[in-house]
């Protein structure tokens, strides 16, 4: 009698569980759970494959931003940065104050700027044609022998990128402009005073040069 309880009992317990299956079958709880987990599956998808091309976009402009910035000026410098001063005659000793702006932010003309360098490291001759002895941004433009002397020598004699596309890192873009203005000693830079020569500017005695990197104002 015991075995026939037990089996009886084991045949409605499957029984039972074979209602439950053929009602969930019935009213589709199967389907919807599976539907959920496609759901789930093509979210994770396709926002996997949204990243993925915002990676690859971050990395193309990240790319070509470094690329830009990498191109410098200073890696083929003029001959005139690579002589070495002679002071025992001077034909030229002139001076020219230096304004560098970034966003509108200073910055900051070293001093010692080719005075004892790589190139120029002599007990006597270590100085090169255009140098700075402090951080004031004033230049000391000094020849041997007459001539001119543009803009460009001092930034390939200090290592850095000038001209019209941009200065150190920083290059002209959609959103910035870079803008240069050669004015007379206590005067405001303005208009009429804006230059385009950049690098090829040849400096003259007694000019503020400024040198603005800064957000397009149209």
Not at 139 to 156: I, K, R, S, T
Request: hydrophobic share 35%; net charge negative; charged share 20%.
């Amino acid at each position: 009698m015991e075995r026939e309880a037990t089996f009886w009992s084991v045949i409605t317990a499957l029984s039972l569980a074979l209602m439950l299956v053929l009602l969930a079958q019935e009213r589709g709880w199967f389907e919807q759970d599976s539907n959920s987990q496609n759901t789930t599956s093509d979210t994770t998808t396709n926002t996997t494959e949204e990243n993925s091309v915002a990676d690859a976009s971050t990395n193309e402009s990240s790319n070509t931003s470094s690329n830009e910035s990498s191109n410098s000026t200073a890696d083929s410098p003029d001959p005139l940065a690579l002589e070495c001063l002679d002071h025992d005659g001077l034909a030229r000793h002139d001076h020219v104050t230096l304004q560098i702006f970034i966003d509108e932010n200073p910055h900051t003309v070293e001093a010692a700027i080719g005075i004892q360098t790589d190139v120029c490291n002599g007990n006597e001759n270590n100085m090169h044609a255009v140098h700075t002895h402090d951080d004031t941004g004033r230049l000391h433009v000094e020849l041997n022998e007459p001539g001119d002397v543009p803009l460009g020598v001092f930034f390939d004699i200090w290592g850095y990128h000038f001209n019209e596309t941009g200065i150190f890192d920083y290059r002209v873009n959609s959103t910035h402009e870079f803008v240069m203005y050669v004015h007379p000693s206590g005067e405001n830079a303005t208009e009429e005073h804006r230059v385009t020569s950049f690098d090829d500017y040849l400096i003259l005695n007694g000019e503020v040069i400024e040198l603005h990197y800064r957000v397009k104002t149209n």
